[in-house]
């Protein structure tokens, strides 16, 4: 699987959207990106998923570069509960996802 | 609750103790998974089992042995454990062609 690259840390206002990048260089055709994020000391909780595609539900918005080397998760209106460890994961054909370090958002009043 | 259910969801255990911890899914998912996460540290994967059968052990000791019965549970037997086992030990499963991963709360271990 590729590897990512995020900020160890964000800040975000209340109410501001949240901006997240991630990096992914070495993506190949098969693979997805994928999001989670977790809550401290809760387990990971799947965002949304993309291959090629900007996508839209409703916690996020995914938009993936059109060379597919990079991504953004899009947190509309951030709240006190979005702070947390978001993960940005590149998987394709293998069962397991590989998480890193993912960025720490802290969101504050 | 997330449909993936983790017991206990806090366990101390002495290093000569025998325990195991269960994972439990009624998501119709043919894929689960146990990572482990130190404090400070990533998730680390530990195995993965797809219908039931074990694809992936990621060089896991064998004091930590899993097993999986039916595509709903999955269990990890503990046995003679460290201190620096203490850990998250999270569940996960997916439906494989999808990988979109459903965690359990997980289980707090601490090895005494």
């Known amino acids: 699987d590729a590897k990512t690259t995020q900020p160890t840390s964000m800040d975000c206002a209340e109410g501001r959207a949240a901006n997240l990048p991630c990096n992914h260089s070495?993506?190949?055709?098969?693979?997805?990106v994928y999001w989670y994020r977790q809550i401290h000391s809760q387990g990971p909780q799947y965002i949304i998923h993309?291959?090629?595609n900007n996508e839209t539900n409703e916690m996020a918005s995914l938009i993936i570069t059109e060379d597919r080397k990079s991504s953004t998760l899009i947190l509309p209106h951030a709240t006190l509960r979005d702070t947390a460890v978001y993960y940005c994961i590149v998987g394709g054909s293998g069962y397991a996802l590989n998480f890193g370090k993912g960025t720490s958002l802290l969101v504050t009043p | 609750e997330t449909g993936v259910t983790q017991t206990p969801r806090h366990l101390v255990m002495g290093m000569t103790n025998k325990k195991s911890l269960k994972c439990e899914q009624h998501l119709g998912h043919n894929a689960m998974y146990w990572y482990k996460q130190s404090a400070k540290k990533p998730l680390e994967l530990m195995f993965v089992y797809s219908l039931e059968e074990r694809v992936e052990n990621n060089s896991v000791p064998s004091r930590f042995s899993p097993e999986c019965p039916n595509s709903s549970h999955l269990f990890l037997h503990l046995h003679t454990l460290q201190p620096e086992d203490s850990a998250l030990y999270l569940c996960a499963s997916s439906q494989e062609t999808r990988r979109g991963y459903t965690f359990g709360s997980g289980t707090r271990l601490t090895v005494v």
């Open positions: 070495t993506i190949s055709g098969n693979e997805y």
């Open positions: 993309g291959l090629k």
